[in-house]
């Protein structure tokens, strides 16, 4: 599990609490949750928590640590992620992103959200990377939480086996469903993979899905999904083929706040020079979604303009 962020507001309906898992089938370029993509432990450096206290000095036996003028470097060509250093830092400012977790026992911590949950409808969302991938412990999590009457959500980007797809989305209360690019050749470019699995996995979950109980999302990004003629393509893949099965299309826009997590995991990032859209553009690109056939008040965006 890489990691659980409370009161979050955009992933379902309420205030909710979040798990992400680490590990990915895709490997978007935009990607605003770096550190989910890798199936490995990472570990990361934050430097507003490091309060140069040196304990972690000398504690790594690889010599992966280097306590520089700057800050805490960490060679990842060295690192092995046995999280000593992690657990000598007294700050938490040397965290070991990806530690195994039981479902029975994050279900029992997320019980004690419960009065957030019920003052707003909100409840627990599990996210990534991909579910998907671990889909015996998606379809344990979800039963374990519907047992404890909290309101569960699956967020997938869908690509990845039928059957763990299916699996992990089985006992959700709702899913969230990513669709970036209908264009297979741009979706392939853009995320590393076509985009038939991911359409066609859609397509499976809508056929069995209550009426609203999938909720499609969409990044619109700069120079790439943030088109009009694939927000209607979309739209009429979405209108025609998935039908009352999806009860609400979100379109999300653009935003840096990422640009923090890609420095901390020592990457560059393609979109960190992109600016974000304006309002006019999103209004543009609402406007072509709803041209697909989807109702327009069944369309929402969110996010950040300029
Ligand atoms: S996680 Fe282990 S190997 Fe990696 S830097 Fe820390 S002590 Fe060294
Ligand atoms: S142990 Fe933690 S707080 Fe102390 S110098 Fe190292 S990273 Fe910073």
């Known amino acids: 599990m890489l990691n659980v962020q409370r009161m979050s507001t955009e992933d379902g309906p309420g205030i909710r609490s979040t798990v992400f898992v680490k590990g990915c089938t895709l490997a978007c370029r935009w990607c605003h949750n770096p550190e989910s993509i890798s199936h490995e432990?990472?570990?990361?450096?934050?430097?507003?928590?490091?309060?140069?206290?040196?304990?972690?000095?000398?504690?790594?036996?690889?010599?992966?640590?280097?306590?520089?003028?700057?800050?805490?470097?960490?060679?990842?060509?060295?690192?092995?992620?046995?999280?000593?250093?992690?657990?000598?830092?007294?700050?938490?400012?040397?965290?070991?992103?990806?530690?195994?977790r039981r479902a029975d026992a994050l279900v029992a911590e997320l019980a004690h959200d419960r009065p957030f949950f019920e003052c707003s409808?909100?409840?627990?969302?599990?996210?990534?990377?991909?579910?998907?991938?671990?889909?015996?412990?998606?379809?344990?999590?979800?039963?374990?939480?519907?047992?404890?009457?909290l309101h569960v959500a699956v967020d997938t980007c869908g690509a990845g086996p039928a059957e763990a797809v299916e699996r992990s989305c089985r006992h959700a209360d709702l899913v969230l469903y990513d669709l970036k690019e209908i264009d297979p050749e741009r979706h392939r470019a853009f995320t590393g993979r076509g985009n038939a699995g991911v359409l066609e996995n859609a397509r499976r979950l809508a056929e069995r899905a209550r009426p609203g109980a999938i909720w499609i999302r969409t990044p619109l990004i700069p120079g790439a999904t943030a088109r009009p003629d694939n927000l209607e393509g979309l739209g009429a893949f979405i209108a025609g083929e998935l039908g009352e099965a999806v009860g609400r299309w979100e379109l999300l826009a653009f935003n840096k706040l990422c640009a923090e997590q890609y420095r901390r995991l020592g990457r560059e990032w393609a979109f960190a020079d992109a600016t974000l859209l304006e309002s006019g553009e999103i209004e543009g690109l609402r406007r072509a979604a709803a041209r697909g056939g989807v109702a327009a008040e069944r369309i929402f965006c969110t996010g950040a303009t300029r």
């Open 121 to 149: 409808g909100g409840g627990v969302t599990l996210s990534g990377g991909e579910p998907a991938l671990r889909p015996a412990f998606a379809e344990a999590f979800c039963l374990q939480c519907r047992e404890a009457g």
């Open 41 to 100: 432990p990472e570990l990361v450096w934050q430097e507003w928590r490091c309060v140069g206290c040196g304990s972690c000095e000398g504690v790594c036996e690889h010599g992966a640590l280097e306590h520089a003028p700057s800050g805490i470097l960490i060679d990842r060509s060295k690192c092995q992620a046995c999280g000593a250093c992690a657990r000598a830092c007294p700050a938490g400012a040397l965290e070991l992103l990806g530690t195994p």
